[in-house]
C-alpha cells in the first residue's frame, strides 16, 4: 500500500521561501507510469493544483505560481519537493502531496495534508 | 487560467438523486476526456470517485456516476445517503499540459 507524507516548517515568514518534502513508502518514485504532484488548500477554500513532476525531473507548473515555484525530485531518497519562494499570507494553506497515473485524470494516493502559515 | 464553476451547494434528501455540474471551456473540460471528481470529507485529505470523465475506481459505491456533455462535466449521485454530505471537486486537464480544479460544492443531504 503506497503512503505518501508531507514534512517541512509549519511556519514561514512573508518575503522568505516555502520548503515542503513529500517522502513515498510502499513503491518507488521512479515508476515512469505516474506523476508526483502538488496541490493545495487556503483554510475554508477550495484546491488549487500547483505543480507536478515525473521521475525523469520533467515539470509543469500552474501559471498563476510558475514564477515562484520549483518541484523537483530525489529518486535516491524516494521523496520529490516543493520550493515556493516570495511567499505572503495568501500561501497560507493546507499542503498535499499526491500521485496522479500518466495519460489519465486519475490521482489515486494522497498525503494527509501539511499546514504551512506564512506570518512573521 | 481560471477554476472551473461548480455550483457552490447543493442539497437532496436521503434516497434522492442529485447532479453537480463543473463548467470550463473548449480548452480544458471540453477539449479532452480528463476529467476527475474528488470527495473531501472536513479535515480530511479528498479521496477520488470519479476518473477520466465517466471511470469509477474500484471501492467507490456504484451510486456514484460522471458525464460530459460540451463544456460542462456531471457528477451524479443517486440514493443520497447521510454519509455523502461532503464537499466535492471537479478536476480537468488543459491545452497548456496544466490541471485545474472547479471551486468545490458543498453537499448538504437534509
Known amino acids: 500500500q503506497l503512503q505518501m507524507q508531507e514534512s517541512g516548517p509549519g511556519l514561514v515568514k512573508p518575503s522568505e521561501t516555502l520548503s515542503l518534502t513529500c517522502t513515498v513508502s510502499?513503491?518507488?518514485?521512479?515508476?515512469?507510469?505516474?506523476?508526483w504532484a502538488w496541490i493545495r488548500q487556503p483554510p475554508g477554500k477550495g484546491l488549487e493544483w500547483i505543480g507536478n513532476?515525473?521521475?525523469?525531473?520533467?515539470?509543469y507548473y500552474s501559471p498563476s505560481l510558475k514564477s515562484r515555484v520549483t518541484i523537483a525530485v530525489d529518486t535516491s531518497k524516494n521523496q520529490f519537493s516543493l520550493k515556493l519562494n516570495s511567499v505572503t499570507a495568501a500561501d497560507t494553506a493546507v499542503y498535499y502531496c499526491?500521485?496522479?497515473?500518466?495519460?489519465?485524470?486519475?490521482?489515486?494516493?494522497w498525503g494527509q495534508g501539511t499546514l504551512v502559515t506564512v506570518s512573521s | 487560467q481560471s477554476a472551473l464553476t461548480q455550483p457552490a451547494s447543493v442539497s437532496g434528501s436521503p434516497g434522492q438523486s442529485i447532479a453537480i455540474s463543473c463548467t470550463g471551456t473548449?480548452?480544458?473540460?471540453?477539449?479532452?476526456?480528463?476529467v476527475s471528481w474528488y470527495q473531501q470529507h472536513p479535515g480530511k485529505a479528498p479521496k477520488l470517485m470519479i476518473y477520466?470523465?465517466?471511470n469509477r475506481p474500484s471501492g467507490v459505491s456504484n451510486r456514484f456516476s460522471g458525464s460530459k456533455s460540451g463544456n460542462t462535466a456531471s457528477l451524479t449521485i443517486s440514493g443520497l445517503q447521510a454519509e455523502d454530505e461532503a464537499d466535492y471537486y471537479c478536476?480537468?486537464?488543459?491545452?497548456?499540459?496544466?490541471?485545474?480544479f472547479g471551486g468545490g460544492t458543498k453537499l448538504t443531504v437534509l
Open positions: 510502499g513503491g518507488s518514485i521512479s515508476s515512469g507510469s505516474y506523476y
Open positions: 473548449s480548452s480544458d473540460v471540453g477539449g479532452y476526456n480528463y
Open positions: 499526491a500521485r496522479r497515473l500518466g495519460g489519465s485524470s486519475l490521482i489515486d494516493y
Open positions: 477520466d470523465v465517466s
Open positions: 513532476i515525473n521521475y525523469s525531473g520533467s515539470t
Open positions: 478536476n480537468s486537464y488543459t491545452s497548456s499540459s496544466t490541471w485545474v
